[in-house]
């Protein structure tokens, strides 16, 4: 992996912490158009966003990963609380840091989400009009019916949000955050209760610097977050990069079509993991996005 800047920026008062890759200097013609990139649900930037970035800086472009506040090697408490709204603030505060750099061409910025990052993305673009386009990789797009569907139906969703309100107001009596594991093949209190090769493999995704751990309370946001309707108020040109094989295709095929702007959509071969490391699907990802940023931010 090319070696690369390692940044800092603020994001309401948090230090985030992140890494700024760029094309090697005798590629680089004047300031670069810009890529904010963020990868899956509980992700550290190491196990799928430092992956791409570095893949679209081999294609000219100047692209941020980063750890969400309370991830990885960036600030805030309290730790590994998958909340939507404040990831989206994030990204605003990326964005706001890689337009003000001097490698980069503020005026040709764009956003790449993968897999959960894909909702956060769209959430900020559809309010940031300093985001010119936008690439979504695997991407995750659910609404209340898709949880229903994803999660075991009404009934299921509904004690999950139980369990995600009362965790929270444990955490506002106590200061004690309740973890479950993220992924377990042997422990059903697990976001999710299957054994996936890609988050449990110390060869793939599971690494020293991501710990495996999943706040409660971060159920109710999560499952009360609606990103398709996100979609009518999104005009920038968009593509999307998915498979019948992935994770929610409905929700990717719901989102394309109520995209208000340009859009795109490639569908190819691979299950929702083989997008985050694996060959064919991370170069058929990467050289699909490159493309449509080559196009939308000339």
């Known amino acids: 992996m090319t070696q690369p800047l390692k940044v800092a920026f603020e994001s309401d ?10 094309p090697d200097a005798a590629d680089a013609a004047g300031p670069l158009p810009g890529i904010v990139v963020a990868g899956t649900w509980t992700s550290v930037k190491e ?3 430092d992956r791409y970035a570095e893949r679209l800086a081999a294609h000219g472009y100047a692209a941020l990963s980063f750890d969400f506040t309370g991830f ?3 600030e805030g408490e309290p730790r590994d609380v ?3 709204a404040r990831k989206v603030r994030d990204i605003h505060h990326a964005v706001t840091f890689l337009a003000g750099h001097p490698a ?4 040709r910025l764009g956003a790449l989400g993968i897999c959960a990052a894909a909702m956060y993305m769209s959430d900020n673009t559809a309010s940031d009009p300093r985001v010119r386009s936008l690439a979504l990789v695997a991407p995750w797009l659910h609404d209340a019916e898709i949880c229903e569907a994803a999660y075991g139906g009404a009934e299921a ?5 139980k369990a995600g309100l009362e965790a ?3 955490y506002e009596e106590t200061g004690e955050v309740t973890y479950v594991p993220v992924v377990s093949a042997t422990d059903e209190r697990a976001a999710m209760p299957y054994d996936i090769d890609f988050y449990l493999n110390p060869e793939r995704g599971a690494i020293p610097s991501w710990p495996n751990r999943f706040a409660v309370m971060s159920w109710a946001d999560w499952l009360m977050y609606d990103a398709v309707a996100l979609a009518p108020r999104i005009d920038r040109p968009t593509v999307l990069v998915h498979s019948e094989n992935a994770a929610i295709p409905d929700g990717a095929r719901r989102f394309h079509a109520g995209l208000a702007g340009p859009k795109d959509i490639l569908w190819t071969e691979g299950t929702q993991f083989d997008f985050y490391d694996s060959e064919p699907q991370v170069t058929v990802a990467v050289d699909t996005v490159a493309a449509h940023f080559a196009r939308t931010l000339a």
């Not at 008062?13 to 760029?22: A, E, S, W």
């Not at 980069?104 to 005026?107: F, H, K, P, R």
């Not at 969703?157 to 949000?161: H, I, L, Q």
Request: no cysteine; glycine share 12%.
């Open 13 to 22: 008062g948090v230090t985030l912490t992140g890494n700024l890759f760029l």
């Open 168 to 170: 929270h107001a444990h």
């Open 47 to 49: 196990q799928m966003a």
């Open 82 to 84: 998958e909340h939507p």
């Open 157 to 161: 969703v509904a004690e999950r949000v």
């Open 72 to 74: 990885g090697e960036s």
């Open 104 to 107: 980069v061409d503020g005026e």
